[in-house]
């Protein structure tokens, strides 16, 4: 079985303010903290799906961020069986999702983020985080997509940080 058989494509982002921090968001049924992220529609590219779910979940344009790290290898996770109810799991028969992941600088003020850009909202609340904290601050069933995905990013967000300092 190929593995978009058994994971959903999705992408997901770490956006970065101009401080360092990361964008960090509560879900709005309050079962956990994450990242941005969503699933690519037939015919759209990591690129357009990580863009387009940006808009709807925090209400970023995409002259509102520039994307600095895309990563090379997706990332799987599986998903409980208990959270299995969204019509992908079920009908689709997924266990997990795969991610491509990518690292953004906030390019605009942070008063544009708007968790309710689109309905249903993803998102009741955010947050700015440091780099490690999300690994001990997001449900079990993701830490160890996190923990892989900043430190695939480390190096980009190193350079970041590198150039806001100097």
Not at 5 to 13: C, F, G, L, Q, S
Not at 68 to 93: D, H, L, T
Request: charged fraction near 30%.
């Amino acid at each position: 079985m190929s593995n978009n058989e058994v994971y959903r494509p999705n992408v997901a982002i770490v956006i970065l303010s101009q401080k360092g921090d990361l964008l960090w968001c509560r879900r709005k049924n309050h079962d956990g903290w994450q990242f941005p992220q969503g699933g690519i529609d037939s015919g759209e590219s990591p690129e357009e799906a990580i863009i387009r779910e940006t808009k709807e979940e925090v209400g970023l344009n995409s002259e509102d961020f520039k994307i600095i790290y895309e990563n090379k290898e997706w990332i799987n996770y599986e998903v409980p069986k208990a959270r299995r109810s969204s019509y992908f799991f079920q009908k689709k028969k997924f266990i997990g999702q795969s991610q491509k992941w990518f690292l953004a600088e906030l390019k605009c003020d942070e008063n544009k983020i708007d968790l309710n850009s689109s309905a249903p909202a993803e998102f009741d609340d955010w947050i700015w985080a440091k780099y490690w904290y999300p690994l001990g601050a997001t449900v079990t069933f993701k830490s160890e997509a996190y923990r892989r995905a900043l430190i695939d990013m480390m190096p980009a967000y190193s350079a970041f940080l590198k150039r806001l300092s100097g």
